[in-house]
């Protein structure tokens, strides 16, 4: 999977990061707040930054949420993306306010005129743009409400409306476009993403749109963003969740994880327990995970690190053998594991200690 060739795509910079060309699948994620509240905002980005979140979208539904947008900017450390909607006004003032890259949804931003103002201003502060074409939001559907499209009419419908907004961009010389094409199911995603890239060159922002709540958002955003990466399609990924974004963070990573395209993190693998289980595995897991994904250096530390947790002595060293390190369970206490060896007994209340003060222990 991982020996996939990238589709090469145009490189295009934002802020400190690029998106395409030879550059790692990046992720992404949008924050939940009213950008308007600067404290929760600047919050929750700097916990999506310590998750390993390379670029943050926030909403700007309106002037007061624009002219905040430079306070957001200074407070944190990962590219700034303006998500605008509706009135082109914004758009021009979150480039003003120095955003580090704009997210247009052609279909609802209006005449030709309007997108010009758009780009002028992307122009002079030299920042790229996303179209985001999605779906729902079509401008043929203002004609067609209620088409009986099959899925890859959808995808031509969605394509066409995207390389039209290509064009208009590039027509003002203006080349430095990111588009993403979405949609609720995996199906019209994966038709209309694979037909641009067989027509453009211009990078690609992967997501299945209002993907639903934890269990089935991420199940089809890992096939339908999985299987357009799996084919080199894919320069950032995006995962949408009704969840915490940092929940969406995580998915994104261990998609890209699945695939060997990055290494985030470590590997945590655990047994699904049966009726020799005496431990509560789940809970140990949980509060493992929490931990590390919660804090930047033990994350590093543990990077690419197997480590498992399994819930009893019969077949848990077995099956944790290939792990660098981790703990099989009994009743009240599990067996200390290092690369097949049982090192040492642990009390089942110090387990996530344990595991906590080992990769602090590594380099
Ligand atoms: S490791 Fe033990 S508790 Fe876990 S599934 Fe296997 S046999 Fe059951």
């Known amino acids: 999977?991982?020996?996939?060739?990238?589709?090469?795509?145009?490189?295009?910079?934002?802020?400190?990061?690029?998106?395409?060309?030879?550059?790692?699948?990046?992720?992404?994620?949008?924050?939940?707040?009213?950008?308007?509240?600067?404290?929760?905002?600047?919050?929750?980005?700097?916990?999506?930054?310590?998750?390993?979140?390379?670029?943050?979208?926030?909403?700007?539904?309106?002037?007061?949420?624009?002219?905040?947008?430079?306070?957001?900017?200074?407070?944190?450390?990962?590219?700034l993306v303006a998500d605008i909607h509706f009135d082109w006004r914004l758009a021009v003032e979150a480039a003003r306010q120095g955003v580090d890259k704009i997210r247009i949804n052609p279909g609802n931003i209006g005449d030709k005129?309007?997108?010009?103002?758009?780009?002028?201003?992307?122009?002079s502060?030299?920042?790229?743009?996303?179209?985001?074409?999605?779906?729902?939001?079509?401008?043929?559907?203002?004609?067609?409400?209620?088409?009986?499209?099959?899925?890859?009419?959808w995808a031509e419908v969605m394509v066409k409306e995207a390389l039209e907004e290509v064009r208009a961009l590039e027509t003002l010389d203006f080349r430095q476009i990111v588009v993403s094409l979405?949609?609720?199911?995996?199906?019209?995603?994966?038709?209309?993403?694979?037909?641009?890239?067989?027509?453009?060159?211009?990078?690609?922002?992967?997501?299945?749109?209002?993907?639903?709540?934890?269990?089935?958002?991420?199940?089809?955003?890992?096939?339908?963003?999985?299987?357009?990466?799996?084919?080199?399609?894919?320069?950032?990924?995006?995962?949408?969740?009704?969840e915490d974004p940092l929940t969406q963070v995580r998915a994104a990573y261990e998609i890209l994880k699945a695939l060997k395209l990055r290494q985030y993190g470590p590997d945590?693998?655990?047994c699904p327990t049966c009726g020799r289980c005496q431990v509560n595995v789940a809970r140990i897991m949980h509060e493992i995970e929490e931990r590390v994904y919660s804090d930047k250096t033990l994350l590093r530390r543990a990077e690419g690190k197997k480590i498992a947790v399994m819930g009893c002595v019969v077949n848990g060293p077995g099956e944790a053998r290939e792990a660098d390190f981790g703990v099989a369970g009994g009743k009240g206490k599990g067996i200390?594991?290092?690369?097949?060896?049982?090192?040492?007994?642990?009390?089942?209340?110090?387990?996530?200690?344990?595991?906590?003060?080992?990769?602090?222990?590594?380099?």
């Open 1 to 79: 999977m991982h020996e996939h060739t990238p589709r090469k795509t145009r490189k295009v910079k934002i802020g400190k990061l690029a998106i395409g060309g030879s550059s790692p699948v990046s992720v992404q994620s949008m924050c939940t707040t009213d950008t308007s509240d600067l404290k929760a905002t600047i919050d929750q980005i700097r916990r999506l930054e310590d998750a390993g979140c390379e670029i943050i979208r926030v909403a700007v539904p309106d002037m007061d949420a624009a002219a905040k947008l430079s306070r957001i900017k200074r407070a944190i450390s990962i590219p």
């Open 182 to 242: 979405k949609a609720d199911d995996i199906e019209r995603t994966m038709l209309a993403n694979t037909l641009f890239s067989e027509k453009s060159d211009i990078p690609l922002h992967l997501g299945v749109t209002e993907a639903g709540s934890f269990l089935s958002g991420a199940v089809k955003s890992a096939i339908g963003i999985g299987l357009l990466l799996t084919q080199g399609i894919g320069d950032t990924i995006r995962v949408s969740l009704t």
């Open 268 to 270: 945590l693998i655990s």
């Open 336 to 363: 200390w594991i290092e690369r097949g060896k049982q090192i040492k007994v642990v009390k089942e209340s110090e387990w996530v200690n344990e595991v906590i003060r080992k990769i602090r222990s590594l380099k």
């Open 125 to 153: 502060a030299g920042i790229p743009i996303r179209i985001g074409v999605n779906a729902g939001s079509l401008k043929t559907l203002q004609k067609t409400p209620n088409p009986r499209w099959k899925p890859a009419e």
């Open 113 to 123: 005129d309007k997108v010009r103002e758009v780009v002028k201003a992307a122009k």
